[in-house]
């Protein structure tokens, strides 16, 4: 099973400045990793797939780069809509493989 | 617009089995080449795939789960469903139909349902 890790767990950041949001693979994923954002009592919205393509309707401030084992999330000036959970997934091996990181909170400075 | 919408109870009594549906609407799920899964999430916690199903028929389940998980699809219906037997509290969550398409990301979720394991 790949194991997906994401650091940090929360990051305090003020409206306007940039996030910078890591995710690891155990092993090679290639680009196959996806990012999700989760506001609370909703379910994730796909924002990044292949590491760097931007979902449907996803603003240009948020940017997905890496590949292999090691990813980054950047949201280049945080507005008062982008703080939530954000989640990595993998989904090199799919299927049957599937699986998410923990999450890292973007919550207000 | 694809749109998944969970229903089934909300109280499950431990050692009971927790049943859920996901009603597939905008698309059909015997037009193949997504896999139709079901994800669950602990309070306060994160994303935990429980297994998928495909339109023939064929399944896939989260080895920590395989033992308990069954996972079945109603095309006539457009509806796929989960059976967790066994439950206990750590099965209380919020349980998300979800849709996937082979090698590519999961893009459309139901909204979720909270399901309390309780006596």
């Known amino acids: 099973e790949i194991v997906m890790t994401q650091s940090p767990a929360t990051l305090s950041v003020s409206p306007g400045e940039r996030a910078t949001l890591s995710c690891r693979a155990s092993?090679?994923?290639?680009?196959?990793l996806a990012w999700y954002q989760q506001k609370p009592g909703q379910a994730p919205r796909l924002l990044i797939y292949?590491?760097?393509t931007r979902a449907t309707g996803i603003p240009a401030r948020f940017s997905g780069s890496g590949s292999g084992t090691e990813f980054t999330l950047t949201i280049s000036s945080l507005q008062s809509e982008d703080f939530a959970v954000y989640y990595c997934?993998?989904?090199?091996?799919?299927?049957?493989?599937?699986?998410f990181g923990g999450g890292t909170k973007v919550e207000i400075k | 617009q694809v749109q998944l919408q969970e229903s089934g109870p909300g109280l499950v009594k431990p050692s009971q089995t927790l049943s859920l549906t996901c009603t597939v609407s905008?698309?059909?799920?015997?037009?193949?080449?997504?896999?139709w899964s079901w994800i669950r999430q602990h309070p306060g916690k994160g994303l935990e795939w429980i297994g998928y199903?495909?339109?023939?028929?064929?399944?896939y389940y989260n080895p920590s789960l395989k033992s308990r998980v069954t996972i079945s699809v109603d095309t006539s219906k457009n509806q796929f469903s989960l059976k967790l037997s066994s439950v206990t509290a750590a099965d209380t969550a919020v349980y998300y139909c979800?849709?996937?398409?082979?090698?590519?990301?999961?893009?459309?979720w139901g909204q979720g349902t909270l399901v309390t394991v309780s006596s």
């Open positions: 905008g698309g059909s799920i015997s037009s193949g080449g997504y896999y």
């Open positions: 997934q993998q989904y090199n091996n799919w299927p049957p493989e599937l699986t």
């Open positions: 979800a849709r996937a398409e082979l090698a590519n990301p999961v893009d459309y």
């Open positions: 292949g590491a760097s």
């Open positions: 199903i495909y339109y023939s028929g064929s399944t």
């Open positions: 092993q090679s994923v290639s680009s196959n």
